[in-house]
């Protein structure tokens, strides 16, 4: 009688702790897979990301700026420091230069990079603001 309750229990629990655990497959597929990601922002204009592992380096991109006085900045921005991602492929992150400010936060997955981006840029002693622009991009190769 005691070998089969040990039994019973030991099988219980080996199926419990199975129903709890994730496969390695199920992870892999929500993590971002890595590679280039390129894409457009609402304005039309190009965005690139590089995805390793745990880490999204925004490369480079172009965006329009509103500024003070009533005239329009395009900023090409590049030389980003790489960004964290967190374990739901999500990030959020600001870096700066000498005259501007770059907020961009969203979400990968294993094949996009969806999100929004801001920047804050001088020009001269006018300040510019491009305000809060969605992008997508996705996976290549």
């Not at 380096?57 to 329009?72: A, E, N, P, V, Y």
């Not at 921005?77 to 999500?90: C, K, Q, T, V, Y």
């Not at 094949?111 to 491009?130: A, F």
Request: hydrophobic letters at 35%.
């Amino acid at each position: 009688m005691l070998v089969r309750t040990i039994t019973t229990i030991a099988c219980c629990t080996a199926v419990l702790a199975a129903g709890q655990l994730r496969t390695p497959t199920d992870a892999d597929a929500m993590a971002p897979k890595p590679g280039t990601y390129r894409g457009k922002t609402k304005q039309g204009r190009g965005i690139v990301f590089r995805i390793t592992r745990g880490q999204l380096d925004l490369r480079h991109f172009s965006i329009k700026l509103r500024c003070r006085d009533g005239s329009i900045l395009i900023d090409r921005e590049s030389g980003f420091e790489p960004s964290a991602l967190r374990s739901n492929g999500s990030f959020r992150e600001y870096q700066y230069g000498s005259t501007d400010k770059v907020w961009f936060r969203g979400r990968a997955n294993n094949r996009l990079v969806r999100g929004r981006i801001k920047v804050k840029d001088r020009w001269g002693h006018v300040r510019c603001n491009s305000g809060w622009v969605p992008f997508t991009a996705k996976r290549r190769g």
